[in-house]
């Protein structure tokens, strides 16, 4: 048995699965702020000067607005709007001219502009310019600017709609790379963004703030686990609200974080959250999708780690995990399942009691392929580290139905573990004279299990040819087919493997034996 498995996706893109996790990079439109209440100097920005505010710029505008910027002794409000301007041709929703801009020259200028801290509007324009950069593929433009240490020193600002700017372009920063993330993380920006979480200026601010937070925590390779780990029990405090924005990129958060080593694991179960993670498991995907990942990490540790999430209420979600019509959500319980399966005697006892095992051999005969491998894992995890009587158990769930379902797959490793599954059962099957082979052969395994035998993988060649010969009497019939035929008079006896066939469907008790069939040759 190979036991616990961990995710094998450990090379996937930062900008992969959008959909389900969330985007690693926002753009701030023409309205910046992602929440509803409308920070007050952002509505003080743009109503400065009414004139200038409601021009519309262009493309055909960047050589006038740097002429401007060039200017000797360009004045506060010239300055702002100049800024102002370079920012708006930004924000446009549909391509922005990102690409011009930085033809033009004028990064250095915008960096430099974060540095007027006697001047927030203009420094607020700035870092709104440059976060619209950000949010497109010329991030790293930015870091070579030498603009991070200067966002991360603003997070400490005392102006809170400069901070969540600078927060949300860090957060950009971070959801672009791994190389990137860990330029910011190396900034010291981890500790003034997580104080802006506990004490936030206003709900924008912790809701940007925890987003970036989301995103620090982000991507492969992890960055260390002391870079994070001080998240954590913040991460835990916002769990307990019912923020569900923050609460679904608080979880995210915790799934990058959890997602490794058992030390990682024991990170996120010291904080204390496995109650309030668990109770997220609910009819909410935008929430259940990262709790149950977070979940699956844990249960992916050790016995200890894994009865940790157990005690905390995990089993009665599980029925309603497995029949939520996600896909994504459905493949996830049952790996979460087999997780635990790998476990204790004990924690085999719970999924085969409370973790509706007749619902996951209906999908692992019957579901998405996806769906299908992770109950065939569950199932195979109880038939080969399970008690005598737990295998029994799974095996009149119909274990053995299920597990051959799979056998004419294209798919080596699961027809390995499904192989693997059936070669324990019918080794309990010898050992309380159970007549398991007929349950395989009803269900037509035998004939897949004979197919493999011309399979290209030779560890599944061996498996198959093993399984036959230990239990459907191979090594009998291949003698029988190079001993001379016996002469009795007229008659010639021949060894003849037969295997009956019927309609298919699994009938206990069926005796599939193989008869001898006499020739008679006289004239």
Same mark, same amino acid.
């Given at each position: 048995m190979e036991g616990r498995r961990r995710r094998t996706e450990t090379t996937i893109s930062l900008r992969k699965n959008k959909k389900d996790e969330g985007i690693a990079k926002r753009r701030a439109m023409a309205v910046a702020a992602p929440s509803p209440t409308m920070s007050t100097v952002m509505n003080d920005s743009i109503s400065a000067s009414t004139l200038e505010s409601k021009k519309v710029y262009s493309v055909a505008d960047i050589p006038s607005l740097k002429?401007?910027?060039?200017?000797?002794?360009?004045?506060?409000?010239?300055?702002?709007?100049?800024?102002?301007?370079?920012?708006?041709?930004?924000?446009?929703?549909?391509?922005?001219?990102?690409?011009?801009?930085?033809?033009?020259?004028?990064?250095?200028?915008?960096?430099?502009m974060l540095q007027l801290n006697d001047k927030p509007k203009v420094q607020f324009?700035?870092?709104?310019a440059l976060t619209n950069i950000a949010s497109t593929e010329q991030t790293k433009a930015i870091v070579d600017a030498g603009a991070?240490?200067?966002?991360?020193?603003?997070?400490?600002?005392?102006?809170?709609?400069?901070?969540?700017?600078?927060?949300?372009?860090l957060g950009n920063i971070a959801g672009d790379s791994a190389a990137l993330r860990n330029i910011v993380l190396s900034s010291g920006a981890m500790q003034p963004l997580l104080q802006n979480i506990v004490q936030p200026g206003n709900d924008s601010l912790f809701l940007n703030c925890v @987003? /970036? =937070? *989301?995103?620090?925590?982000? !991507?492969?390779?992890?960055p260390e686990l002391s870079d994070v780990a001080p998240a954590v029990p913040i991460?835990?405090?916002?769990?307990?609200?019912?923020?569900a924005a923050a609460n679904a990129?608080?979880? @995210? /958060? =915790? *799934?990058?974080?959890?997602? !490794?080593?058992?030390?990682?694991?024991?990170?996120?179960?010291?904080?204390?959250?496995?109650?309030?993670?668990?109770?997220?498991?609910?009819?909410?995907?935008?929430?259940a999708t990262p709790a149950l990942r977070t979940v699956g990490n844990i249960v992916s540790g050790n016995d200890e780690q894994t009865q940790a999430v157990i005690e905390a209420g995990l089993m009665s979600k599980m029925q309603g995990l497995l029949n939520n019509p996600k896909r994504m959500i459905r493949k996830e319980a049952c790996w979460v399942l087999s997780n635990i399966a790998a476990g204790t005697h004990s924690q085999i006892s719970v999924v085969l009691k409370k973790g509706g095992m007749q619902r996951v051999i209906e999908m692992a005969t019957s579901s998405e392929w996806e769906v299908r491998k992770e109950a065939i894992w569950v199932v195979s995890n109880i038939a080969t580290g399970g008690t005598d009587k737990q295998v029994m158990s799974v095996v009149e769930a119909g274990a053995i139905e299920a597990v051959c379902s799979i056998l004419n797959a294209h798919d080596t490793k699961m027809l390995l573990v499904a192989l693997d599954a059936v070669d324990h059962i019918l080794k309990l099957g010898v050992k309380l004279n159970k007549d398991y082979p007929s349950f395989v052969d009803e269900c037509e395994g035998l004939s897949m299990i004979e197919d493999l035998q011309e399979h290209e993988s030779d560890e599944v060649y061996q498996k198959a040819v093993m399984i036959i010969e230990t239990y459907f009497g191979a090594d009998d019939g291949e003698e029988n087919e190079n001993i001379a035929p016996e002469n009795n008079g007229s008659t010639?006896?021949?060894?003849?493997?037969?295997?009956?066939?019927?309609?298919?469907?699994?009938?206990?008790?069926?005796?599939?034996?193989q008869p001898m069939a006499t020739f008679n040759f006289s004239n």
């Open positions: 002429t401007a910027l060039q200017q000797p002794n360009i004045d506060d409000a010239a300055l702002l709007d100049v800024v102002r301007g370079f920012r708006k041709i930004l924000s446009v929703e549909v391509d922005p001219p990102v690409d011009e801009v930085l033809a033009s020259g004028v990064l250095p200028a915008f960096v430099q324009e700035a870092a709104w991070v240490p200067h966002f991360t020193q603003l997070l400490s600002s005392s102006d809170p709609e400069v901070r969540e700017q600078c927060a949300w372009c @987003w /970036a =937070l *989301s995103n620090f925590c982000r !991507g492969k390779p992890q991460l835990a405090q916002i769990l307990k609200g019912n923020n990129d608080t979880l @995210w /958060a =915790l *799934s990058y974080i959890s997602d !490794g080593d058992d030390d990682r694991i024991q990170t996120v179960i010291d904080s204390g959250l496995c109650g309030d993670l668990v109770g997220t498991l609910g009819d909410d995907s935008n929430l010639f006896s021949f060894g003849v493997s037969q295997k009956t066939a019927d309609d298919g469907k699994c009938v206990n008790g069926h005796n599939n034996s």
